[in-house]
């Protein structure tokens, strides 16, 4: 700002800070009366006399009240005049208005507003208005001063931002610094930048890494979490090719035509252009949280068994029962079942069975101790799917189960890992190793997952192949542990670790499943788990079917618990699992999982490898196994230690069970 500028600015009495100290002098001029007598009793009670007082103290008394000197038993005043700041000029009192008085070593200006003055001693007003204006002349006069000494220093002046008087802060900002487009300053962007992405796109990484490397602002579009946005974007462009950026409606292109943009220096003058001018309605518009695209709400069906199992749910007797020296509670008989459809649907008794088959084989119901699947028996007893005893912990089932028509069960793994993968990208480190808990628990992705895996409980899994089973519970445990930290019921620490692994689950095709059974019961083949005797499946419980038939020691590296210590959270396609796996062993042990100290012929390892020895063997057949999965330098090292013919010393790492959140 040059110093003509600051000139111009005129000050204000509320801004100056000698008018605050100064009172309304309309108030004091019309208080300003004749002074009363001295025998007046109103006097002695403002003077401070007291009756038993002598005459001479009665006489100094009014004296001092008259002539203004409040000292003694004069009278106190209510309000003071602040001196001024030290830098400024040092106004005088105006006439008759106040005189010092001098208290502790400081001088103290001060009047009363219920003081009466005499005429001879009435205020001058054109005083108090030469007063103000000589103290603001003064002021802005400082602050001008100021600024010209920085403008003639060489490379001060081009450093200094701002400066201080006492009491205040000066700004400094060039005229030539309003450009609203450097690095980092784009809060003021009047338009706005939104592109269309994917989930696991490189190139929508690409151009969001740089939107965020800018500070800009900016609303990203994925067509994988929003389905309905797809037409838009196509009826715009003419293809569903992503990423699709844009500057207000204005169609930019792709990463290719950003980076060219970039490296021309194009990019800075649009987005000077797109800093003053507001954003039209044509453009794309932000999503709004809260809303199902109607497109998935068009393809969801009722079941066509629906209207029978109403009518079940309505008719048939609930009851708790003893069978097999147990209670079971809230189920019926198969034959009572039976019954009810011949006589309130009017089928035949084998219609009637093969429509309790049917139910059972789409999750409706279930045998209480899921040994068959439908039998007209009085001993056999079934319960519907929602009075299973394990819904209670299960965190897919909201309000009641779902009875949409079931949909193929790759279909709506599929649907899941995109909108997790577009919560990583939109709420994890860019190393994936910490994630923002709150954010996610708060944003319309993990809105519409927490409805998708609605639609697990009646999905049919024994219809997946071995990789896709593989990559389908892979990235369901991933997805709930995300969920158990955002709806926790534990933490996956050391003291309520257990809760968290066995307590929190889903209901899957009609199974209630946990983070244990899915690592231990289906992933590991039904593997005790460490520091159990107990196997998460027992034999005739029908899972069994769906374990892998062989264990992959590498999906401990594609599991992330949650923790600090564990694995970088990741999703799986079932085209690729197996190459995504041996990357992610690759990742984990390059990241601190495995360090060779060869001077104390040491190999610090993680404490999974020591949990889990079931699975990798003897601990130097694993340091054989694990060379395929280091780096070259770690590797060479490793080896030279188990063929030099000396001993290896192996440690366990401790293992950091803190969340890990960014917090």
């Known amino acids: 700002m040059g110093q003509e500028e600051l000139s111009d600015v005129p000050l204000s009495a509320e801004s100056d800070p000698m008018a605050d100290n100064l009172h309304n002098s309309n108030e004091i001029a019309a208080g300003a009366k004749a002074l009363p007598g001295k025998n007046d009793p109103c006097v002695k009670a403002v003077a401070g006399v007291d009756e038993e007082d002598s005459a001479e103290d ?35 009192a105006p006439p008759g208005l106040t005189k010092s008085l001098s208290t502790g070593g400081e001088d103290f200006h001060r009047f009363d507003r219920s003081m009466s003055l005499s005429s001879s001693s009435a205020m001058d007003m054109a005083s108090i208005g030469k007063f103000i204006r000589d103290t603001r002349n003064s002021f802005s006069a400082a602050i001008v001063k100021r600024i010209s000494s920085l403008r003639e220093g060489d490379d001060l002046a081009e450093s200094v931002t701002e400066f201080h008087l006492s009491g205040l802060k000066v700004v400094v900002r060039r005229k030539d610094d309003d450009n609203p487009a450097g690095d980092g300053d784009y809060l003021n962007i009047k338009g706005r930048i ?50 699709a950026i844009f500057f207000n409606e204005r169609f930019v292109g792709g990463l290719v035509v950003l980076n060219s943009l970039r490296n021309s220096g194009e990019f800075e003058r649009r987005l000077k252009e797109l800093a003053g001018r507001r954003c039209s309605d044509s453009a794309p518009r932000v999503p709004v949280y809260g809303f199902d695209d109607e497109e998935e709400g068009k393809k969801r069906r009722e079941d066509p068994m629906v209207g029978v199992i109403r009518i079940l749910r309505q008719r048939l007797p609930i009851q708790d029962r003893i069978t097999k020296m147990k209670l079971v509670k809230n189920c019926f008989a198969g034959s009572d079942m039976v019954e009810a459809l011949i006589r309130h649907l009017d089928y035949g008794r084998q219609k009637a069975i093969e429509i309790g088959k049917d139910l059972a084989r789409r999750h409706f119901i279930h045998h209480v101790f899921r040994e068959n699947e439908f039998e007209d028996s009085n001993n056999e007893f079934y319960r519907f799917l929602e009075h299973d005893p394990a819904v209670s912990k299960c965190f897919n089932i909201r309000g009641g189960t779902n009875d949409d028509e079931p949909q193929p069960a790759l279909a709506v793994g599929h649907r899941l890992t995109k909108l997790m993968s577009a919560i990583l990208e939109s709420y994890a480190s860019d190393d994936r190793r910490h994630l923002d808990y709150a954010r996610i628990g708060a944003s319309e992705e993990f809105r519409r997952f927490t409805n998708v895996v609605q639609d697990l409980q009646r999905v049919d899994l024994f219809q997946l192949s071995t990789d896709e089973r593989l990559a389908f519970f892979l990235n369901l445990y991933n997805a709930m542990v995300i969920h158990a930290n955002i709806r926790p019921i534990g933490r996956p620490g050391i003291v309520d670790r257990r809760s968290f692994f066995n307590d929190f689950q889903y209901i899957i095709g009609g199974y209630p499943y946990s983070l244990s059974t899915i690592k231990d019961g289906i992933l590991r083949s039904n593997r005790r788990p460490p520091y159990s005797f107990v196997r998460p499946l027992s034999s005739s419980d029908r899972r069994l079917d769906l374990g892998l038939p062989k264990l992959n020691n590498l999906i401990h590296f594609g599991l992330c618990n949650g923790t600090r210590s564990s694995p970088t959270v990741r999703f799986f396609s079932a085209q690729g699992v197996d190459v995504d796996l041996r990357h992610a062993a690759r990742e984990f042990f390059s990241n601190g999982g495995l360090e060779v100290d060869l001077e104390k012929r040491t190999v610090h390892l993680t404490r999974i490898v020591k949990w889990y020895s079931a699975d990798f063997g003897q601990e130097r057949d694993f340091l054989q196994w694990v060379v395929g999965y280091l780096e070259a330098t770690k590797a060479g090292l490793l080896m030279h230690l188990l063929n030099d013919g000396g001993p290896v010393n192996i440690v366990y790492q401790s293992f950091d069970w803190s969340l890990n959140s960014f917090s």
């Open 58 to 92: 009665l006489d100094e008394a009014i004296r001092a009240y008259q002539g203004g000197d409040l000292g003694g038993k004069g009278v106190r005043t209510k309000e003071e005049i602040l001196r001024p700041l030290p830098h400024l000029p040092q106004p005088e």
């Open 194 to 243: 939104s592109f269309f992405s994917r989930s696991g796109c490189r190139d929508c990484g690409a151009v969001r890494s740089f939107f965020r490397s800018k500070g800009l602002p900016f609303v990203e579009i994925n067509i994988d979490v929003f389905p309905e946005r797809e037409k838009e974007l196509v009826e715009r462009m003419e293809s569903a090719s992503v990423p």
